[in-house]
């Protein structure tokens, strides 16, 4: 079902004052102690993803809240099904250095997304300088962001948090607004707990989260895009794709007129981008010809728009102002190796 602003607005302002949306992020008790230790209360669950979204190149600490006595619906593919009143938690900082995490980190944002008789409900909260506290701002804002990145170069930006309204650009699946990341195939790895390292989805199974699940070997797992000894080339260029721009481009997004679906389980080699011709030309396509030229990237509209941050070129459209260069790099060389036998359609 499509919401109009007003009764998006009216349903938000009816949460509001029915106290299930906070003001203060402290409200919603994510986290125990000083924040800047990223140290969730007993009712939140911390997680990671194998292969996470780029978005600046800000970290993220993730958790969760599941209501006692609530159950998950297991799903191979698609987002697992969540209860009514989970809340996921999303936060985004910066390292003051990327090679020594010991010398601190600066909080940005943190999102929150909240399950409710409505359906789900996406809310922007800003720390504060101070990082005491991040405070609901439903119009989005800008903080800076510096950090001495892995090179040891100082980098800085103006960091863009988007507003309520924006949210739904990349969270809109078949006109409803749903979570995108907590899917089995990126869960199903270990998670360094408090008391120990353990598989996310079986550490889920021992807390009695979910309804059933398949036998543990038949659970699907994506390759880490940044490990090479951990998946082949073809398979970690895909974990990015399904994770960058999957979102937006498969049957049932808000790409979905495009006809380039890129999601993890598409087989289709021109849904995939090759040789398929954009349905709109113009600056986005930088008149190249085809999405993707196997054993060409630099004759690709994809690797075009990826190295780009022209906001009328530049995909993902939202969520960055950099480009990802080790990103990049990985989609590169999969399009320079592409084995032209497998191209059939």
């Known amino acids: 079902m499509k919401f109009s ?18 003001e203060k992020l402290s409200d919603y008790n994510v986290y125990f102690g000083d924040p800047h230790n990223l140290i969730t209360t007993e009712e939140f669950i911390p997680y990671d993803l194998i292969t996470p979204l780029f978005s600046d190149y800000a970290y993220k600490h993730r958790s969760i809240y599941i209501p006692e006595n609530s159950k998950i619906q297991y799903h191979d593919k698609e987002v697992f099904q969540f209860p009514l009143g989970t809340v996921i938690a999303k936060t985004f900082y910066y390292p003051d250095d990327f090679n020594d995490l010991s010398k601190g980190i600066s909080l940005k944002e943190t999102r929150i997304m909240i399950h409710n008789d409505n359906g789900w409900i996406g809310l922007p909260y800003i720390w504060n300088d101070s990082g005491t506290d991040a405070f609901l701002d439903v119009a989005g804002g800008i903080k800076n962001a510096t ?26 699946n078949n006109n409803k607004f749903i979570p995108i990341g907590p899917t089995a195939r990126q869960l199903n790895s270990d998670y360094h707990y408090i008391d120990g390292s353990e598989n996310q989805i079986k550490k889920w199974d021992k807390l009695e989260l979910f309804y059933s699940l398949p036998e543990f ?25 399904d ?5 937006c481009h498969n049957l049932n997004g808000p790409a979905n007129n495009t006809g380039l679906y890129l999601d993890y389980y598409e ?43 022209d906001p009328g ?18 989609i590169k060389d999969w399009i320079d190796n592409i084995d032209l036998s497998r191209v059939k359609f």
């Open 267 to 309: 087989t289709d080699m021109k849904s995939l981008g090759f040789f398929k011709t954009p349905v709109a030309a113009g600056r986005g396509s930088g008149n190249l010809k085809y999405d993707i030229v196997p054993g060409r990237p630099e004759e690709s509209i994809m690797v075009y728009r990826f190295n780009s941050t």
């Open 313 to 330: 070129i530049m995909m993902p459209e939202l969520g960055r102002t950099m480009v990802h260069k080790e990103g990049l790099e990985l």
């Open 217 to 241: 070997d038949k659970i699907p797992i994506i390759a880490k895009w940044n490990d090479p000894n951990n998946s082949t080339l073809d398979k970690r260029a895909r974990a990015w794709l």
């Open 147 to 172: 950090w001495v990145d892995i090179e040891g170069k100082k980098q800085s930006i103006d960091y863009i948090i988007p507003n309520m309204n924006q949210c739904k650009g990349c969270h809109i």
């Open 243 to 247: 994770i960058n721009c999957a979102h």
């Open 5 to 22: 602003k007003k009764i998006f607005f009216f349903i938000f302002f009816y949460l509001l004052l029915a106290n299930q949306i906070k």
